[in-house]
Every structure is written in C-alpha cells, then in structure tokens.
C-alpha cells in the first residue's frame, strides 16, 4: 500500500501539499511559495493514509521534515516484525530512531499474546519453569506468575494487535 503524507508549513500564508516519496516532496517543496511570494522551507509532516502499522510507526518517531526520508524508506523495506520493534524501542523505550540500525539491534523480545497470564501459560508449556509433573500442572498458579513476568515485561497495542514485550 502506498503511504500518503502531508507537508503542511509552519507558515501560516502558504498552503500544504500531499506526497508519497521523497522525490514527490522536493519537486513540490521547490516550488511553493507563500502568498508573498516567498519561498516556504519547514514543514510539519503528517501521516494520511498508509497501513496501520505504518501510522504507528510514523507516530512512534515522531516523523518530522528530517526525517520522513529515512521513514519511507524503512516503510518499504522492512517487515512487520522490524517495523514492530522499532515501534517499541522508539515509542516506549526512549531509543533515538536511525533508519541505517538494524532493527533487531534494539535486543527487545515480542511474544504475540494478549495477555500476561497467556504469556505464563506460554512459558510453562515450553519448559521455562522446569519439568512440571503431570498429576501437579492442575495447581500451577498461573496468575502468580503473570504477575511475576509484569515486573520485567509491558503490554502494547500495535495496529490493533495486543503484545507483550521485554527490553534487554
């Protein structure tokens, strides 16, 4: 899908356009003028219309004139995984967003569960806990353990998918 942006000036005199690349922004960035005549130079960009993951993407590092560039690129070259991370990282972990990092760089663990407890469910199965007895499972304390994991790890809602993160 195509991301649509929005160049709107800080000027008050001069009026906005909609783009889609970068190359679409210059040629019609070069060319605006305000109602004096004046060339227009800062923008606020917007985010318009895009996948959801994207928007959040964009709001999670704060797209601005610097760098919506490094955006769409990113935008079009990672996977949703990727975009996810960043989201996290950036949005919620206080990282400085950088198209040229790697994603993966930002050593954050998502597990795609709503909840906690499906979380604890999630680590017991797979063995984290240890061997547990068959005739014992019955009397796992899940929710205890749920409560143990919100200490090290935080919910999140990201195009409408809950999350549940951990930042090393």
Not at 105 to 130: C, K, N, S
Not at 149 to 160: C, K, M
Request: proline content about 3%; charged content about 30%; aromatic content about 14%.
């Amino acid at each position: 899908m195509t991301i649509t942006l929005h160049a709107q000036p800080y000027d008050i005199s001069a009026r906005g356009f909609y783009f889609t690349t970068a190359d679409d922004y210059d040629e019609k960035a070069k060319c605006l003028r305000n109602t004096y005549g004046d060339p227009v130079e800062e923008f606020e960009i917007q985010f318009i219309d895009g996948e959801r993951i994207d928007c959040d993407l964009a709001k999670a590092i704060g797209i601005n004139q610097a760098n919506f560039r490094d955006y769409l690129d990113c935008v079009e070259a990672w996977e949703d995984w990727e975009k996810i991370n960043v989201i996290i990282a950036v949005g919620e972990c206080g990282y400085d967003f950088d198209g040229q990092v790697d994603p993966d760089h930002h050593g954050i663990d998502v597990y795609p569960v709503e909840t906690m407890r499906e979380l604890a469910e999630q680590f017991v199965d797979e063995g984290l806990f240890g061997d547990i007895p068959e005739n014992l499972q019955f009397y796992v304390d899940y929710d205890a353990i749920a409560r143990d994991l919100a200490v090290e790890y935080s919910e999140i809602e990201i195009a409408g998918e809950c999350l549940i993160y951990r930042a090393a």
